[in-house]
Nanobody, 127 residues
Framework: QVQLVESGGGLVQAGASLRVSCAAS????????VGWFRQAPGKEREFVAA????????YYADSVKGRFTISGGNAKNVVSLQMNSLKPEDTAVYYC????????????????????WGQGTQVTVSS
């Protein structure tokens, strides 16, 4: 049974850093991409970042480029999202997801390309 379990969310002030992690288990993910998405109240789920399981490719949303770094996968079975210079607009529930169709020359930003999802972890950034 595939499981993705997020951890590391919390409440921080604007400008602070936070690291969320996703522990993956239940299958071999070597042909998968792992993505982070977020959903704020009243808004649609949006793509944040993705990484190929081998770690060779990454892709970021413009809104987080230069502030967030995705890493991990491969032998570690954990994919992390380091979030620096957090802003109040980063407040959301953060979900990790894994998808075989998401792995391509350009990693997919579409939620539908991801087959497995975690339960989410809340990140709140106060102003």
């Amino acid at each position: 049974q595939v499981q993705l379990v997020e951890s590391g969310g919390g409440l921080v002030q604007a400008g602070a850093s936070l690291r969320v992690s996703c522990a993956a288990s239940g299958r071999t993910f070597s042909s998968y991409a792992v993505g982070w998405f977020r959903q704020a109240p009243g808004k649609e789920r949006e793509f944040v970042a993705a990484i190929s399981w081998s770690g060779g490719s990454t892709y970021y949303a413009d809104s987080v480029k230069g502030r967030f770094t995705i890493s991990g996968g491969n032998a570690k079975n954990v994919v992390s999202l380091q979030m620096n210079s957090l802003k109040p607009e980063d407040t959301a529930v953060y979900y990790c997801a894994a998808g075989r169709a998401a792995l391509g020359r350009v990693l997919s930003t579409a939620p539908g390309a991801y087959d497995y999802w975690g339960q989410g972890t809340q990140v709140t950034v106060s102003s």
